[in-house]
């Protein structure tokens, strides 16, 4: 009998010992909460982009850097305005630029802040029929908005004539000029976008690669209402979410310190580009004379998550910067 026993415990001697120990999992260092002061300005005249995962800004630019944002995605061939700058537009009814000499009468309108291809001010310029793509080539009207300080930017006109091989083509015009430029937009595939600058008649690249960054803080046309109920269109300073693979939602019941990883609730989560937004801060003062100050909304939490699939939580701390001028936003974020 123990000769039996003993070889059935040799074999199990033999793969036990085979066997690896488990590998130690070192726990994720969720790092100390950081703060952050953006610099758009007195003046907003700034888009910064952020990157939560680095602690930095990504890249910067003016608003005025450009006119037309196009979709850089695959398969997309959305065009927007450039909202930062209160932007609108509208189709002429007419086909020949001839033909169009003011913008009176037009319903110029806006992009919507949600960024949905259904709410542009260009709406759709060409129709697939069966399998061929047949372009509207109708004239429409841009209203270029205004710059920082106030001042209007002009109106163009423009006819989009085709998307071909990953490229825009079109032409515009000043209202009361003979003169036509003819324009392409390359896509790069790297960002959401790719833009135009009427001024500088070329491609622009403001935005960093989608993959290098959270948040654009940044200007924008918005929805707005009256006391009355009233919609009115309205440039507001805020924040965007990059629309890639990013996402979050606001928390107004949690103290911002004790939140963590358990509190995420995932069903709330949306990619729409201004859930951020304005309203983490709250206008005081007369509205009417311009005698007005900021508040920070201490009690918006927001929940974000990255590309990567990182948790954070970040909120407003600030609107102000150490001399006392307004338009350096300050967060105060932290991995969860």
């Known amino acids: 009998m123990k000769t039996k026993w003993l070889l059935v415990l040799i074999p199990l001697f033999i793969f036990t010992s085979c066997f690896k120990e488990d590998e130690k999992i070192v726990p994720f260092d969720r790092g100390d909460k950081i703060s952050a002061t953006i610099e758009m300005t007195q003046t907003y005249i700034n888009q910064v982009y952020y990157s939560l995962s680095e602690a930095q800004v990504v890249s910067s630019n003016t608003k005025m850097d450009f006119d037309l944002v196009f979709d850089n995605s695959k398969d997309g061939a959305s065009i927007f305005l450039n909202t930062s700058n209160f932007s609108t537009a509208a189709p002429s009814g007419k086909f020949s630029f001839g033909e169009v000499t003011s913008a009176a009468g037009l319903p110029l309108t806006f992009d919507a802040s949600s960024a949905n291809p259904d709410s542009v001010a260009i709406g759709p310029w060409f129709q697939i029929n069966e399998t061929d793509t047949v372009y509207n080539r109708e004239v429409y009207v841009i209203d270029r908005g205004y710059d920082d300080l106030g001042n209007t930017l002009g109106f163009r006109k423009i006819i989009f004539d085709s998307i071909s091989n990953n490229t825009y083509y079109f032409r515009y015009s ?163």
């Open 174 to 336: 000043l209202l009361n000029s003979s003169e036509v430029f003819s324009g392409i937009v390359q896509k790069s595939g790297s960002s959401n976008y790719c833009y135009y600058s009427f001024v500088q008649h070329a491609q622009r690249y403001p935005e960093p690669p989608k993959t290098d960054y959270d948040l654009l803080f940044t200007q924008y046309t918005t929805l707005l209402y009256t006391n009355d109920g009233e919609p009115y269109p309205y440039l507001v300073t805020g924040v965007l979410l990059n629309r890639y693979e990013t996402q979050a939602y606001l928390d107004t019941t949690m103290v911002f310190d004790s939140i963590t990883i358990q509190d995420i609730k995932y069903q709330l989560f949306t990619n729409r580009p201004d859930l951020i937004g304005y309203d983490w801060k709250e206008v005081l003062g007369d509205v009417n004379t311009g005698n007005v100050y900021y508040e920070i909304r201490p009690e918006n939490n927001y929940l974000i998550e990255d590309q990567q699939g990182f948790f954070y939580k970040m909120r407003f701390i600030g609107f102000y910067n150490n001399t006392g001028e307004k338009g350096f936003p300050t967060i105060e974020f932290q991995k969860l």
